[in-house]
C-alpha cells in the first residue's frame, strides 16, 4: 500500500461499513468468481487471497467486505476456471471511492464478437423438446445468405443420410462375416493349443521318469559305494567305540544317570535354512552332565554343532532349489503356532530311558550302518523328575524368539540345509534319543501323529515346498560322536 493509501490515525478510528458487491457473469458449472484489488482486504491483486463471491440467483454473483467509508483502492472480477486457468476481466481496473451505496452492481465485462451488418443474429429461444429456456443473452449467428442455401443443404442432407445407411448397412454385414470368419479360426487354434498341449504334457511326463531313472541310478551307485566302504569301516568303527568307549568309559557314565528321564516337547519352529523342528523345553540335567563328562573324557570328539545345544528334533527341509520368501515363511510360522498350541494342550511328557550310539549313512539317519542301544541308569537308579536346568529352558527360549523377530527371514531364507543335506551319502558317529523308533508307546504315538497332522498342514498350505523325513528316523541329538 502506497503512502496515500495508507489509513490516518482519524480515517482508523471510523467505523467499518458493509457493502456489497453483486456482479452479473455467466460461468460453465466449476468456475467461481474472485473479487481482487490492491486493497488489503482484496488480497493485493493476488487471486488466491481475494474475497470469493458466491453465487445466489444465476447469473448474479454476491459478496460482502467490511471497508471504512472513507476508503478509495482499484478492483476487478477474476474468473477462476474448474481447469485452475484464471480469466481476467478485459476493462481497465475498477475505481471505487468511499461515500458510495452500501450496494454496488457490475458486470463482467468480455469483449463481444463484432456483429456486422452481413449477419443476422438469431435470437435465443426453447430449445427444441426441451422445457428449458437457453441462457438470456445467448443466440445463433448465421451469415445473410444462409437461408438461401438452405434448401440446397437439406437436399445434401439427405443424400448424405442415405449413403450413411447403406455404409452403416454393409459395415453389418462385414462385421459379421468377419465374426463367423473369427469364430472357425478360433476353433482351429484352440484345437491345436489343446493337441499341442498333450504333447507337452507327454514330454514333461517322459522328462519326469528319466529323472527318476537318473536319480534311481545315482542312489544305486551311492549304495554300492557306501555298502562297499561300510564292509570295511562299520567294524572299524564300532571296534573303536567298544575300545575307547563302550567297555570302558561309557557304560559307568551312563550308569551315573538316573532311570526315566522326561522329555517335554514345546512346539513347532522355523529354524535358519526353512528348516523345520520340533523343539523341547530343554536338556535334562543328567544329559547336560553326560555331555560334559563326554567332552573331558573322551579324546577326538568332533566341536559341538549348533544343533546340539539346545534340544530339538528335525522333521523336514525345503527341497533342492527351493527357498522361502517373506511371505511363505509368515505363513509357516502362523501353522507352527497352531500346531504348538494343539501340542501344548497334550501337556506330553515323554520318558528318556535309553539312548542311541549310531553309525549313520546319512545325517537324517534314514539309512545306518548300525545302531548300539546303551540303557540309563541301573536297577536301584531313582527316576529323575527334577525339570532341566534354568539355563537350558533359557538356551531353548532364546532361540526360539529369534525366530519371531520381524528381520528373521534373512536366516530362514539362507542356503544350505536342503533335503540332500540330510539324505545324500554323509558318514558320522552320534548319541542321540531315538525316539521315532518307540512308536507302540501311548505318548510316542501321540506325539508321532501331531508330526503327521503338522506335515499335512504344511503340505496343504505349501504344495511340494518340503521333504519330511520318515519317522521312524526321528530322533532328539544329544551329541555328535564323528562327522
Given amino acids: 500500500m502506497s503512502k496515500s493509501q495508507q489509513p490516518s490515525p482519524a480515517m482508523s478510528r471510523q467505523p467499518l461499513r458493509q457493502y456489497t458487491f453483486t456482479l452479473s457473469a455467466h460461468t460453465a458449472p466449476g468456475d467461481t468468481i474472485k473479487l481482487v484489488g490492491d486493497h488489503e482486504a482484496l488480497g493485493r491483486w493476488n487471486v488466491s487471497q481475494g474475497k470469493e463471491m458466491q453465487c445466489t ?64 443474429v438469431v435470437p435465443a429461444r426453447k430449445a427444441r423438446g426441451g422445457p428449458e429456456e437457453v441462457q438470456e443473452g445467448s443466440g445463433v449467428i448465421f451469415h445473410s445468405n444462409t437461408f438461401a442455401h438452405l434448401e440446397f443443404v437439406k437436399r445434401e442432407f439427405a443424400n448424405v443420410k442415405a449413403e450413411l445407411e447403406e455404409l452403416r448397412g454393409s459395415l453389418k454385414a462385414t462385421t459379421q462375416a468377419l465374426k463367423k470368419a473369427a469364430g472357425e479360426e478360433d476353433s482351429k487354434i484352440e484345437a491345436q493349443v489343446l493337441e ?145 498350541s494343539r501340542l501344548s494342550a497334550a501337556s506330553l511328557r515323554l520318558e528318556v530311558s535309553a539312548l542311541s550310539l549310531v553309525a549313520y549313512e546319512n545325517r537324517a539317519l534314514e539309512r545306518r550302518f548300525g545302531t548300539l542301544p546303551l540303557p540309563l541308569g541301573t536297577e536301584t537308579s531313582e527316576p529323575d523328575v527334577a525339570p532341566p536346568p534354568e539355563e537350558q529352558l533359557k538356551a531353548s527360549e532364546a532361540v526360539f524368539k529369534e525366530t519371531l523377530d520381524s528381520g528373521y527371514w534373512v536366516h530362514a531364507s539362507r542356503d544350505g540345509n536342503r533335503e540332500p543335506h540330510y539324505r545324500d551319502p554323509a558318514p558320522g558317529t552320534t548319541l542321540v534319543w531315538d525316539f521315532g523308533k518307540l512308536s507302540g508307546r501311548t505318548e510316542i504315538d501321540a506325539l508321532l501323529q501331531e508330526l503327521a497332522a503338522f506335515a499335512q498342514e504344511v503340505e496343504a498350505a505349501l504344495p511340494g515346498l518340503y521333504s519330511f523325513f520318515e519317522h521312524r528316523a526321528l530322533h532328539m541329538t544329544v551329541r555328535a560322536v564323528k562327522g
Fill in 196 to 340: 499341442l498341449r498333450g504333447h507337452l504334457e507327454d514330454f514333461q511326463a517322459e522328462q519326469n521318469e528319466q529323472k527318476k531313472a537318473q536319480e534311481q541310478m545315482r542312489r544305486s551307485f551311492s549304495d554300492l559305494r557306501l555298502e562297499a566302504k561300510a564292509d570295511r569301516l562299520v567294524p572299524q568303527i564300532f571296534d573303536k567305540i567298544k575300545e575307547k568307549a563302550v567297555d570302558e568309559m561309557l557304560p559307568r557314565i551312563l550308569a551315573q544317570l538316573r532311570e526315566d528321564l522326561r522329555a517335554q516337547p514345546l512346539g513347532f519352529m522355523v529354524a535358519w535354512s526353512g528348516v523345520l523342528a520340533l523343539r523341547f523345553r530343554g536338556f535334562p540335567s543328567q544329559l547336560v552332565a553326560l555331555k560334559e563328562l563326554m567332552d573331558g573324557s573322551f579324546g577326538g570328539l568332533c566341536p559341538e554343532g549348533s544343533g546340539s545345544k539346545f534340544p530339538k528334533a528335525t522333521l523336514g527341509a525345503l527341497r533342492a532349489g527351493q527357498r522361502l520368501d517373506p511371505e511363505q515363511l509368515q505363513k509357516l510360522q502362523g501353522l507352527c503356532a497352531r500346531a504348538s
Fill in 57 to 120: 440467483n444465476f447469473p448474479k454473483w454476491t459478496v460482502e467486505v467490511n471497508l471504512l467509508p472513507s476508503v478509495e483502492f482499484r478492483y476487478k472480477y477474476v474468473k477462476v476456471r474448474a481447469d485452475g486457468q484464471n480469466e481476467w476481466e478485459s476493462c481497465e481496473n475498477r475505481h471505487f471511492r468511499g461515500q458510495h451505496h452500501h450496494h454496488i452492481e457490475d458486470e463482467f465485462n468480455v469483449r463481444k464478437p463484432p456483429v456486422e451488418e452481413d449477419f443476422l
